[in-house]
């Protein structure tokens, strides 16, 4: 099978006119006419990462994050981003991003957020159409049960293996109706207030976003990296059920560069 088969795959699940306008999703590096010898899954591409490809022998990489979110105008190796591309073509390695595509996208990165809490009747709120696509950036479901505040953060700290979850002021009702969004969310929170969200939970906000939302909502941020690491078991399930005898790895490289001490 060749790689450009595998790349049609993922971009029907999650078709590149979904990609919010600031995006670069889509193929970044390389060729894709190669028969696909394997697929290395995850969230950031880094030279690591390349290295990880190369010892297993996959030549296609499949991330969340673009590698490529800017032009390049050189590539003499002055940072991370250079250093990795020219790494990639040197191995014959192509480099696929799934991005906000696959953010925006029905069962992507917000479902397997929402998968991971247990969360049901899931739907996109502040949803939108694509070219007669539905889509969203934030999803919203409900808990199994109700939890208290204090027990709805532990639990997020187990689910998402997070040392710490910032919040604002414990909720002193129970939360049933949980939104999400993963990665910079804090766009959204005003919408989940609007939709009747017990809890708001997404990778990042400001600090001034907190304020005035206290018993209006449990805000409840697990960091960018915690929020999206799952993504890669979206890309996994796709090439397993669309592209039988794909070989696909999960990275092994944590690439999340914020160290908590």
């Known amino acids: 099978m060749k790689i450009k088969e595998v790349v049609d795959a993922l971009e029907r699940f999650a078709p590149l006119p979904l990609q919010e306008s600031y995006d670069n999703a889509g193929l970044q590096v390389g060729l894709t006419e190669a028969e696909v010898s394997g697929a290395l899954l ?47 073509l040197k191995n014959d390695i192509t480099v696929v991003s799934m991005h906000t595509n696959m953010d925006n996208a029905n069962g992507g990165v917000n479902f397997k957020i929402a998968e991971k809490m247990g969360l049901g009747a899931c739907r996109f709120f502040a949803g939108k159409s694509v070219d007669g696509i539905e889509c969203g950036s934030g999803v919203i479901g409900e808990l199994p049960e109700p939890l208290a505040a204090d027990d709805f953060v532990i639990m997020l700290k187990r689910k998402f293996d997070v040392e710490c979850v910032e919040c604002n002021q414990l909720l002193r009702r129970s939360i049933k109706s949980v939104a999400v969004c993963g990665g910079a969310g804090s766009f959204l929170l005003n919408d989940a207030i609007a939709e009747g969200a017990d ?17 209006d909502i449990q805000i409840a941020v697990i960091g960018h990296y915690q929020s999206e690491q799952y993504t890669n078991e979206i890309f996994k399930s796709i090439i397993s059920e669309k592209c039988k005898g794909v070989k696909t790895f999960l990275t092994k490289t944590n690439t999340n560069p914020i160290l908590y001490l």
Request: glycine share 6%; aromatic share 10%; hydrophobic share 40%.
């Open 199 to 215: 809890a708001f939970v997404t990778g990042e906000m400001h600090y001034h976003e907190y304020f005035g939302h206290e018993q």
């Open 42 to 88: 995850c969230l950031d591409v880094t030279e690591k990462v390349i290295d990880e490809a190369v010892a297993l022998g996959c030549n296609l990489v499949v991330s969340h994050h673009p590698l490529i979110f800017h032009g390049l105008k050189r590539i003499i190796y002055s940072d991370e981003v250079q250093r990795t591309v020219a790494k990639a």
